[in-house]
């Protein structure tokens, strides 16, 4: 009988996706022949598998999960290669049980969450199953749990922002208000400590380069500079945010109406930071008629 190594199922796993299980019992199935046992994977999974673990996954939805007392909540990130795929109804039950799972087992990173148990198998074995079945690449991308020091609040829109949000007193109207505020005016921070110093000094660099070719006095520069800074971290901050819903409050002065404060914020946008694969059709089809 020839001998299996770890090896061998991992080269396999990596050309076909298939789970580890799968690689290695093809592999006992074809006397150790990596052609035959990656064939005979091809077979299993109708050919859809293979190779999708290089190709590009940067669409897909959101979930979250909800604790019944919202007091704790998984926002989850899971990619596909196509959104024909991210509309899929068995995608779509893979990503709400996913978030489940986090929610409920609270692993470490996407690492630990893949060794977690699912449908009888693991996330990961889950994951290459459905990968296999739908014929893309799908990719569990990043994931974000709270446990809430008030309640959560959680909103989705079209599957492709999520936000979940822990505010501190207030009501239930109060908190669905406050996360569709976020997904629309898309603050990068709770309030001024969360931005990063290197964004507020390329403001200030920027506003005084405008400036300065402008032809505004040097002694007017850092002042001007000052304003811009001001007015980028009214901008981007939750707290100094004007209410979406009513241009005549900031979403400080609507806390304070409510008695109400919000603890921390999450938002996830699909595919945000991806680099996706620009395709230029017109040379592709140039390139194929003049090898004609």
Do not use: W
């Amino acid at each position: 009988m020839a001998t299996i190594t770890a090896s061998m199922v991992k080269e396999l796993r990596a050309r076909t996706d298939a789970p580890m299980m799968d690689c290695k019992k093809a592999l006992t199935e074809a006397e150790a022949n990596m052609d035959r046992a990656e064939e005979i994977l091809r077979v299993r999974f109708g050919n859809k598998a293979s190779k999708s673990s290089g190709r590009v996954a940067a669409e897909g939805v959101v979930g979250i999960s909800l604790t019944a007392d919202s007091k704790t909540a998984t926002l989850i990130e899971v990619n596909s290669e196509t959104d024909f795929c991210a509309k899929n109804e068995d995608f779509l039950a893979y990503v709400g049980e996913l978030a489940a799972i986090v929610n409920a087992g609270d692993p470490a990173d996407i690492d630990a969450l893949a060794a977690l148990p699912m449908q009888g198998a693991t996330v990961e074995e889950t994951r290459a199953q459905l990968a296999g079945k739908i014929g893309e690449n799908i990719t569990p991308r990043r994931f974000v749990r709270i446990a809430a020091e008030g309640k959560v609040a959680s909103y989705i829109h079209g599957n492709k922002i999520g936000v979940i949000v822990d505010v501190v007193g207030g009501d239930d109207e109060l908190g669905k208000d406050i996360a569709m505020h976020i997904a629309a005016a898309k603050p990068k921070a709770l309030s001024e400590d969360g931005i990063d110093a290197a964004l507020i000094e390329a403001e200030r660099r920027v506003a005084i380069e405008k400036a300065t070719e402008a032809g505004k006095p040097e002694v007017m520069l850092e002042k001007i500079a000052d304003g811009t800074v001001r007015k980028f971290l009214k901008e981007v901050t939750l707290l100094n945010q004007i209410f979406v819903k009513n241009d005549k409050m900031t979403i400080t002065e609507l806390l304070k109406s409510k008695d109400a404060s919000i603890a921390s914020f999450t938002m996830f946008t699909v595919g945000e930071g991806i680099e996706k694969e620009v395709v230029d059709y017109a040379a592709e089809v140039a390139a194929a008629a003049a090898a004609v």
